[in-house]
């Protein structure tokens, strides 16, 4: 049975900004959190069907590597759906969807992302959820220090 965790995470990027280092990720968060991504490699061409095939770091917990297809690409609500179809979160995890919504915040310099993952436990006991929202909200505070140090 699908159950559900969400994050909304407040920044100070633009939408715009956020949106296409989200697009950009293969490339950025290899750059912006060594520790926890080694490589992404892409399969495609960034469209619903590509695949990206990461190479975490030490700083990933019990995680080595793992590959996710995308389900969903919607450029105009700047909105993406993946899967995981391969790695360690699978022996915990029988389906991990997320996702990640851009949404423009008050101001020009501000946006909102949504975070929500559909999941199923690959046991019977639910895995707690609170890893999962941390590794989220750490990641993008990330790549929004980054793009205010760089823009």
Known sequence: MAQFVSVQIDLK????KLWGAIKDSATLFP????????SIEVIGD????TIRKMKYGEGMKGATHASEKIEVLDE??????YTVIEGEILSIFKVFKPTLKVIPG???????????VEFEPAGNAAPPTEPIKE????????VEGYLLTTA
């Open 76 to 81: 105009t609500n700047m909105t993406v759906t």
């Open 46 to 49: 960034g469209n619903v069907g």
């Open 31 to 38: 750059k912006i959190m060594p520790s926890h991504f080694k």
């Open 13 to 16: 990027v633009s939408a715009q």
């Open 135 to 142: 590794a989220a909200i750490n990641t993008f505070k990330a």
């Open 106 to 116: 008050a101001d020009a310099n501000s946006s909102k992302l949504s975070w929500n």
